[in-house]
């Protein structure tokens, strides 16, 4: 049936299944790909989008559930690659193989607005959902930091 | 195009491209006689200059976060002397290099080699064009040879200059007397400083493409299962049972052509193809399939260590100085059956217990996946795969086509860990475009892949020892027990280790199983290490030795050990003595080259909980040409191995692994990382290559577990170590 769904600040008809999980319906109808399935049941968080401030696993987020809301994907996150946390995460040379880091700086955009300037400790709440198999943690730690103090200038 | 000349058997290639500018291709021997025999008609290029100076740089290894994309051009670059702002990366072109006589001589990707074991004629291809531009310059400025110098992208000759990309055409027709050496250590420019992946930004922007992402017109999407309970074949399936659910398109069943599936080897298996990959899941959930189960129906790693345990309880089979690198130091003048007498009559003996590893799951973020487009005229596969040059092959050999007609396209992967070389996904996706006449892309659950990796096998060891009136050991016998289809990865790191004990015998005993098993990131090393480790602070201990003092002691004379070792106990603060409930431990473990140390600091809470307060690395790798990348892949690698050290561990049960996603297959995540890492490169450099990618991951569970035992004094042999009671 068809759905309007309102990613990164546009309105997209879509023709889905209201059951069909959020995550497919960005990857295979609005054919934004940035967003990744890592195992389907919400635990990994490669699939993190940000719905109304939250950040949420779209892989168990039904469709319906996200209509009339605002989400926000990797690729609505800057125009040029430049937020504070995308300009960090460059800096201290983030990503490995890349795949968890769409998740990874969502879970950490969501952080930072609603926490400007958080602690390791909520650091580690915020990002327990994102599983990184390449071990980058202590440089998300790090990053989240530095993009913190980025995002006062 | 412009035909070159053979200059000696490691020849050149070079042509004007289409933009005017100047494409090199370093052929390699084999290609060399290919060509003299009138076959070298192809141009095989590892670097585009265009004219406006910018180099694009071929990779023919895969990208999975190690840096491969970065380090190839870097080495291409610092011959050619260009600065590195200009170097462009380009993916290889998988067809080029197999329809050229294997044209980069490899694709694959592991064994931390795209460094160490690829350098010298990765450098070449770059000290090749710096020549060519030399004599181009020369001789349209009508100066000598000597008197031109060719210095980050710019050609000099007294008040005469001009960049590469001016010379980059009459480059193309030059012939060089004679191929140029390579740089030594010490006269490098850009090797050894710290340069950034160049694809760290597309991994901040979603612009990095795997093969999850590619779209294909018309494609269509399939969800797989192979049997699970491994070597288990399809017996049947109801495809009518869900045709009626939305979405479904077909059913396909997958033929396995071999008795026994080894490696890429094609599955038993049965697919559905919907028009979303969710629908094509839920379709494939609920469809009646009927599995004959084969052999390992009954099996379960309870089984199987009950089966390990047996055989380590009696002798194994005589291991000797042989194969390559396993036993080189169990000395063959040595009478190896009068060990067992020696420990006998000593009145100083120590006895293991068992330690024991279990199987672990590579669990790549990206599971696997592929897209397949198989026309009548030409096949196209994007693929997680860590040998590109392989899998087209592959690929053309199941369809029965002509490798020219098939293009196997590298993109980003997902994650490798050694799981990249034992996927049979590719050929999957192109079994199922067949059948459907439709682009295909297949994407395994991650249940799926937890159920059908090439895991990590388990292996038992255990020793026995005498010690001589210094506390030192005299004697020696240790016994492993690994699973037959790769006895290495049992003896790696126990068979060569590096204490010389006068008099050894090491025993290796099989189990058998059906579950697939293939390389996990230093493969044998990240399970031996964390025996042959706590088995040394065990002599230390029951000899009165400090276990930092007696791995000194027992490398004297091992340069590369000493260095570590040295650094180690110069830098890390060492000492065993601190308070109750913490505990610093040390491990060393030479893999890929590489000898790496690991420092652990650990607390142990009143309630048993571990928490790894620090890690510090003393990694010696001979050369190092990325320090930055160095310390990212020492990082990742021991968390890799932190987490299964404290969480892994697959459980197998009725011949399946019955963990089989990250519910109950439970990682590492930020808040178990440790607050500190330490990465000290300490590095032999005027000596050889290690890698770099593996080998910081075998040290960190012994380390830990050794800290363990310091804080709390109590052994724990085996992991997950948080299972541990303490």
Known sequence: MAITLNINGRDMAIDADPQMPLLW???????????????????????????????????????AAAVGKAIRTIEGVSENNDHPVQIAWQDLTVPQCGYCQSGQIMSAVALLERTPKPSDNEIDKAMAGNICRCGTYPRIRAAIHKAAELGKA | MNDMHVTRRNFLKITTTAAGGLMIGFSLPRLAEAAAEGGGGEINAWLTISPDNIVSIVTPQTEMGQGAFTAVPMMVAEELDIPWENVRHVAADANRHVNNNNLYTTTSTGGSTTVSRRHPYIMQAGASARERLRKAAADRWGVALETVVAKQGMLTSGDKSGTYGDFAADAAAVTLEQEPAIKAYGDWWLLGKDVKRLDVPTKTNGTAVYPI??????????AVQSCPVPEGRLVSFDFEAIKAMPGVIAAVEMKQTKDVAAFTDMRSGVAVVAESWYQAKNALAVMPVVWDNGRGATMSYESQTAEAMSLISKPGTLVLNQDGNIGKNLDTGVNHDAVPGLIEASSKVVTGEVYSRPYETHSTMMPPCAVADVKDDRVDVWTFTQDIGRSLNEVADQLGRDAKNVFLHQTQLGGGFGGGFNMFVHRQAVAISAAIGKPVKVIYSREEDFAQDAQRPPVWGTYKAALGDDGLPVALVTHFVGEEKMPAFSQRGVANMPYLVPNRRHEYSAVQSHIPIGYHRAPGANSTGFIVEQMVDELAQAG????????????????PWQRVLLAMKEKSGWTTDLGRGEGMGCAVVES?????????????????????????????????????????????????????????????????????NFDSYAMLR????????????????DKWWGGLGEPAGPPTPPAVANAIFYATGTRVRTTPLSKASL
Not at chain 2, 544 to 559: A, Q, S, V
Not at chain 2, 622 to 642: C, D, H, T, Y
Not at chain 2, 670 to 685: F, G, N, R
Request: aromatic share 6%.
């Open chain 2, 213 to 222: 992402d590619v779209t294909v017109p018309g494609m269509v999407y399939a």
């Open chain 2, 544 to 559: 009165g030795w400090d276990p930092l003092e007696w791995r000194i002691k027992m490398t004297e004379g091992n340069e």
């Open chain 2, 670 to 685: 930020i808040a178990d990382t440790p607050p500190q890492i330490d990465v000290h490169l300490e590095m032999s450099q």
């Open chain 1, 25 to 63: 319906a960005i990857r295979e109808k609005a054919g934004l790909t940035g967003t990744k399935f890592g195992c389907g049941i919400a635990q990994c968080g490669s699939c993190t989008v940000i719905i109304d401030g939250n950040a949420v696993r779209s892989c168990n987020t039904p469709v």
């Open chain 2, 592 to 660: 890929h080259g590489t000898i790496a140390g690991c420092v652990a600091n650990v607390t142990i809470s009143r309630r048993g909980q571990i928490y790894v307060d620090r890690l510090q690395f003393f990694i010696n790798s001979g050369f190092v040409i990325n320090p930055l990348n160095a310390r990212e892949q020492a990082e990742s690698s021991a968390i890799w191995e932190l987490s299964h050290a404290l969480y892994g561990g697959l459980d197998v049960r009725d011949g399946r692994v019955v963990n089989t």
